[in-house]
């Protein structure tokens, strides 16, 4: 552990005139030094400290957290704000150990450009038709395909929320064909937007590449699933970058063992890791990822969390606050 981590205000043992109470850290994916040592240059009163090494849990203010597991946060009974580290906050919504404070997400820059160089990636080695050349190559066959101009590619992006829109902006910049669909009226530069439930056949129905960028929610889970599969045209391909959940994972390998759709790109998935048995291992025409499309950059991401806790800290609101009730 890092000299900040393990300093007397971290453990506790030394309290500051300008207390700011203490911050608790759990994830079992992120480590938490570099998040200790930024914050601590952004409010060297804020105590520090990574569970499960916590002293005394009423002392905590606050909780800088990933997927904590149930029961979590029945022990801290003063706890005023929880901040994700991530975008995707449907393991902090309908908790019974989750008192009614403020909930953040994440926002920062670096969180954003990862998940656009991702869609980048997965778009255009469709686009540019890179499977097959990857094919080709372990046949020792010098395959040429003519290629296409990028705007003959047409790209839906399901989910215009943050992540979403800059994802879809990036694309069209690309020189893609860039349609979004959200429940809500949305405008994003260059991209053609639609909302409106009699134009969700318009939308689906004229798609090359499908990219999923809808949170997770009671209303989206398995909303991706064979209707709409059936809906995309014939040699389709799907990208999921945001939530396993949203997708019906049995109709998606229906449809790609059909051939209904040409290919998908999976970061996300229903249970992670992924089971050594699951079909999407052995299928040609499925990339899989370890859920890394995305991930949040302390040294960008803490300038938003400290300004949270000041907030909260003042009794204002925080940054990028959610609302339970619906999940994003």
């Known amino acids: 552990m890092s000299d900040v981590i393990n300093s007397p205000v971290a453990r506790g043992q030394g309290r500051p005139a300008d207390d700011l109470g203490a911050l608790v850290f759990y994830s079992e994916f992120d480590e938490p030094e570099p998040w200790a040592e930024a914050l601590q240059q952004l409010l060297p009163a804020l105590d520090f400290r990574v569970h499960p090494d916590i002293g005394n849990p009423d002392d905590v203010r606050y909780a800088l957290v990933w997927r904590p597991k149930p029961g979590f946060f029945r022990d801290f009974k003063n706890i005023r704000l929880v901040v994700n580290l991530g975008a995707g906050v449907d393991s902090l919504t309908n908790r019974d150990d989750l008192p009614d404070v403020p909930i953040s997400r994440l926002s920062d820059p670096g969180m954003v450009a990862l998940m656009r160089s991702y869609v980048h ?53 690309l020189g893609f064909d860039v349609r979004g669909w959200d429940h809500a009226a949305k405008k994003v530069p260059s991209v053609t937007c639609f909302h409106d439930p009699k134009d969700w056949q318009r939308f689906v129905g004229e798609l090359d590449i499908l990219v999923n960028m809808m949170p997770l929610t009671p209303q989206t889970r398995k909303f991706i699933g064979a209707e709409l599969f059936d809906r995309l045209p014939r040699g389709a391909k799907f990208v999921n970058a945001s939530r396993g959940e949203v997708v019906d994972e049995d109709a998606l390998v229906a449809a790609l063992r059909s051939g209904h759709l040409g290919g998908a ?50 009794g204002q609101d925080p940054l990028h606050r959610i609302d339970p009730r619906k999940g994003y």
């Open 121 to 173: 990636f997965a778009v255009i080695r469709y686009a540019r038709d890179m499977p097959e050349f990857e094919r080709a190559k372990q046949r020792r066959d010098w395959h040429y395909i003519h290629p296409r101009p990028l705007h003959h590619t047409r790209v839906g992006i399901l989910g215009l929320g943050a992540l979403g829109a800059a994802v879809a902006e990036s694309l069209a910049g």
């Open 265 to 314: 790109t999976l970061d996300v998935f229903e249970n992670e890791p992924l089971p050594g048995d699951h079909p999407f291992w052995e299928m040609e025409n499925v990339y899989i990822t370890p859920h890394l499309a995305s991930i949040t950059v302390p040294e960008m991401a803490s300038r938003d969390v400290a300004e949270s806790i000041r907030r909260v800290h003042q």
